[in-house]
């Protein structure tokens, strides 16, 4: 059963650390989101790539945060240094977006709760 | 710009009763538009999806979602809860860039308690 896996499931770490967050896509799908999820402004896109490249980011605050996908079966999402108000459940998704017979509807991983003490 | 609002932050229904979840959303062209439920420590499990064709479309788990482009809606049905189904419930538009899939947006969700 083809799934996006997602790693670390929890992870609890001290204001100021480096935070790494893991996603496997669905093998054969081309694009890749990381959305974040909080209480109060709930689903947030952090960024998305095509085919490996990234299009866009604007979600992301850059100066503390970058996504990056090393290869087709790996993407990565990672925050440094971490602060408290980045405490959320983070998500990746991945699709195979509109083009032919595919309607665009995205497949979620279980998603990465962070929580910086 | 796109967007999508579900009015209703949170409903409870009786199990055995119907449901219905209202969805509106702001698009320019004709949107792809979608339905997911998420269960507490869960990622989102798509339930349906349109796209262009019949406006009633089925879903997994006996809902139903009927597009009215009039009323800029995708409104979510059932028409027996079942306590399985308490959950929280998004709406997403999928944005197109560059004449392709862009990312989702989603409505703030709708969560649902079902009484017994």
Known sequence: DARVTQTPRDKV???GQEVTM??????GHNTVFWYRQTMM?????????????????SGMPKDRFSAEMPDAT???LKIQPSEPRDS???FCASGLGTSGRNTGELFFGEGSRLTVL | ?????????????SEGASLELRCNYSY???????????????GLQLLLKYFSGDTLVQGIKGFEAEFKRSQSSFNLRKPSV????AAEYFCAVGANYGGSQGNLIFGKGTKLSVKP
């Open chain 1, 13 to 15: 770490t001290e204001m």
């Open chain 1, 22 to 27: 893991r996603c496997q896509p669905i093998l």
């Open chain 1, 41 to 57: 402004q709930g689903l947030e896109l952090l960024a998305y790539f095509r085919n490996r490249a990234p299009l866009d980011d």
């Open chain 1, 74 to 76: 790996l993407a990565t």
């Open chain 1, 88 to 90: 959320a459940v983070y």
């Open chain 2, 1 to 13: 710009a796109q967007s999508v609002t579900q009015p209703d932050i949170h409903i409870t229904v």
């Open chain 2, 28 to 42: 320019g062209a004709t949107p792809y538009l979608f339905w997911y439920v998420q269960s507490p420590g869960q």
């Open chain 2, 82 to 85: 079942h306590w399985s189904d």
